[in-house]
């Protein structure tokens, strides 16, 4: 019979906060393998949606990465709806088989971008490294393996149709571009991880005076370091 620890070993899943994250042999590897274990992969984050967001929210989160928000939004704070939107095509399997092994079934899961207004599908530049994926083909030209079209969905459409109560946001600096052309004013949340080394100190204004004109506040209690969260009547 085996023990606990092969037991463990064998297993196909990370328990991380309680969920099941499917071992992958390029996203769950090293110090993404570690901090997940750990309960620390995305903590500032997770520490944050912990805090503000109420059951049966709905939740608009724009970088899905590997899942693990929308995961834990549906799971462990039992929201009604998480429209997921993730520009990267390589990790949508994944995202998915992430969902199915915690029965998650009210993520809307979207590979496309948020943008200001409607436009023609932009190039995204796949590479080995999947995490390396992005929409810069400069940066490291010999490691691409495929060239895609993502599609565009504009702001106010997405916006009108979820009727968000919280925003989750994590798209790498384009939240300095982004945030201020659409109309936040339903909100009562938002976590915005911030860029400061990308977008400059016009781009951190930019996204806390989108907040600001949509009636939400700078929450010092579920703010730490680049992650930023508003509220509102707090």
């Known amino acids: 019979m085996a023990d606990g620890t092969e037991l463990k ?7 991380s906060r309680g969920l099941k994250i499917p071992k992958h042999p ?3 590897t090293g110090r993404v393998r570690g901090a997940l274990r750990d309960n620390l992969y995305e903590r500032k984050e997770c520490d944050a949606v912990m805090r503000v967001v109420q059951k049966g929210d709905r939740v608009l989160e724009l970088g899905g990465g590997i899942g693990y928000m ?4 549906s799971v462990k704070k039992q929201v009604e709806k998480v429209v997921s939107y993730e520009a990267n095509p390589s990790l949508i399997p994944y995202i998915k088989s992430v969902h199915a092994a915690n029965d998650v079934s009210n993520v809307d899961l979207r590979n496309a971008l948020l943008s200001p207004e409607a436009g023609d599908p932009v190039p995204f530049y796949v590479r080995k490294n999947f995490l390396g994926s992005s929409m810069d083909r400069d940066a490291d030209p010999d490691t691409i393996i495929e060239e895609v079209r993502i599609a565009q969905h504009p702001i106010g459409p997405v916006l009108e149709d979820l009727k968000p109560d919280v925003l989750v946001c994590d798209i790498e600096g384009a939240e300095a571009h982004l945030l201020p052309a659409g109309d936040w004013s339903g909100l009562r949340a938002a976590i915005i991880e911030l860029h400061p080394q990308w977008i400059g100190q016009a781009g951190v204004q930019a996204v806390f005076d989108a907040m600001h004109k949509a009636g939400l ?3 010092p209690k579920a703010s730490e370091a680049k992650v930023v969260t508003f509220r509102r009547g707090w």
């Not at 070993?9 to 328990?15: A, D, E, G, Y």
């Not at 929308?70 to 939004?73: G, K």
């Open 9 to 15: 070993q064998r297993s196909p899943f990370i328990n």
């Open 26 to 28: 390029q996203l769950t």
């Open 70 to 73: 929308s995961t834990l939004l």
């Open 217 to 219: 506040t700078y929450f």
